[in-house]
């Protein structure tokens, strides 16, 4: 058996999760390489809002003075009618201060700029772009992936952070179907009920758009008569906006089959289109979208379906995944990001009490990351799909329910609600914690016997 200093792991994805477990298993001194597909370095979305469950570990990793001053605090959301009357509200900061009960207000940050913090943390050397992963292979022995490029590549372990079509989730669950053990819910393809268009703009004039210049990001939401669509205006940093506009196919859910699977990325060249349709969109600010759009680099407008599902097998032998492979949420209710962060902390944090590299052994490993992080992972599904009907669904009844959620949810409820998901504010076990703020202290966390940092004094 190789000793846990000599595993070494592969990460499929540099994306939001695949980045930060590098930089986990970089700080537990645990051998990895990033895989990823695309050709170079160039994240793509629009905003992400970090929460204050996933803020500890970024203080715990130096990062969180960084994330600051990239990112503006979120304020509160206005959600509009088409004629800009106001609809309701929904407040970051009231009635409960999240920052006095949490430590710390969500963190609002383009995907780009924290893709890019993150990348900036990994060695060089460790991602390796234009190596999508085409076929995997495991035995007793290791797990053996190959990629598009015809690079054969070699680990004790696989992480599959590759996102909603991961191609370590297809791997994983044809093994277990010919097995006979893979459930009729995972045989089953994602479902979507949205279409969506984002981009950010480039820096713009806040003489004309004073909401840039306020220290918190206020958003501003504006739902069509019929509530077939939506369109999200968000503040960030450097005086540009983050727009998107949600798309509701009122057929209700379709099935993600085959031939949408290939439009599914987040692509650019498709975007275009989509976004001649909604340019004349009037928002919040006086002028059209098109203004918006028109701001906007081309690279940096994409279009997307709004897939949800949560996936019961998440690992299997040497695979194991995270994020957005096992549990894809739609981002209205701003969890996908912070999920995927929670669930590579709690993987390295049991990576690193790993006792050698057999099977049965990295089972057992992920079987305590699969049961810490799979009600949650189901929850968020669940939760952040009803967000998005609330946000967008059409008929009286919906409207009427939209707006009392959005005009009278009472403080104890919003508390109760933001309480389940600050509780867990963890941090990697095996790093001096840091201390955390706020009235409601997070869940305890025990250091791990671990010691990673072999060539310190
Ligand atoms: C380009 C892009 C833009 C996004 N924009 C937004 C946004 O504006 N707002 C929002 O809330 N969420 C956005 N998301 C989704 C959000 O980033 C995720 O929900 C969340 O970060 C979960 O992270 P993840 O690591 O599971 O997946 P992701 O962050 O989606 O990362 C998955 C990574 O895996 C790579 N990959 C996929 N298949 C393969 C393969 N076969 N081989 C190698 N690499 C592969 C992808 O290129 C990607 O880099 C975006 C995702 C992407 C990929």
Request: net charge positive; proline share 6%; hydrophobic share 35%.
């Amino acid at each position: 058996m190789a000793p846990i200093s000599h595993i070494k792991v592969i990460i499929v994805g540099a994306g939001v999760g695949g980045l930060t477990l590098g930089i986990l298993l970089e700080r537990a001194n645990i051998a990895y390489e990033i895989l990823e597909k695309h050709p170079t370095f160039n994240p793509m979305g629009s905003a992400i809002c970090l929460v204050p469950s996933v803020q500890p570990l970024f203080q715990q990793l130096g990062l969180l003075d960084e994330i600051k001053r990239l990112s503006k605090p979120f304020g509160e959301m206005v959600f509009r009618e088409e004629n800009m009357s106001i609809m309701g509200k929904y407040s970051g900061r009231t009635p409960l201060d999240i920052k006095e009960r949490y430590g710390e207000y969500c963190q609002i940050i383009s995907r780009k700029d924290l893709c890019t913090l993150l990348a900036e943390q990994v060695p060089k050397s460790k991602i390796k772009y234009g190596k999508r992963v085409l076929e995997i292979r495991q035995n007793v022995g290791e797990v053996i992936i190959q990629c598009s490029d015809k690079s054969t590549h070699h680990a004790d372990i696989l992480v599959g952070a590759d996102g909603p079509y991961s191609a370590a989730r297809q791997h994983l669950h044809n093994e277990l179907n010919q097995k006979g053990l893979l459930s009729k819910h995972d045989s089953m393809p994602m479902r979507y009920q949205y279409d969506c268009i984002v981009g950010v703009t480039d820096p713009l004039d806040p003489n004309d758009f004073p909401a840039l210049c306020g220290d918190f990001s206020e958003f501003q939401t504006v739902l069509s008569k019929d509530s077939s669509y939506s369109h999200w205006y968000i503040p960030l940093t450097g005086n540009k906006f983050s727009w998107m506009v949600v798309k509701y196919h009122d057929k209700g859910k379709k099935y993600a089959e085959d031939q949408i699977f290939k439009q599914s990325d987040w692509r650019e060249d498709v975007a275009g289109l989509m976004a001649y349709d909604y340019r004349n969109l009037k928002t919040a600010y006086g002028c059209n979208l098109e203004y918006f759009m028109e701001r906007t680099p081309r690279g940096s407008m994409a279009k997307v379906m709004l897939e949800e599902k949560y996936y019961k097998a998440w690992y299997g032998g040497r695979i194991v995944l995270a994020g957005d492979a096992c549990h894809k949420v739609v981002p209205v209710g701003g969890q996908g990001a912070n999920q995927a962060i929670h669930d590579v902390i709690t993987l390295a944090n049991q990576l690193v009490t790993l006792e050698s590299n057999s099977v049965p052994d990295i089972e057992k490993v992920f079987a305590a990351y699969y049961k810490d992080r799979s009600p949650i992972g189901k929850a968020v599904v669940q939760v952040s799909g009803r967000i998005g009907n609330i946000a967008n669904r059409k008929g009286w009844l919906n409207d009427l329910v939209r707006k009392a959620a959005l005009r009278h949810t009472p403080r104890w409820l919003a508390q109760l609600m933001n309480d389940r998901m600050s509780y867990d504010r963890p941090q990697a076990e095996y790093l001096p914690f840091v201390k955390v703020g706020g009235t409601l202290q997070p869940k305890p966390q025990k250091p791990s016997a671990f010691i990673p940092f072999v060539n310190e004094p």
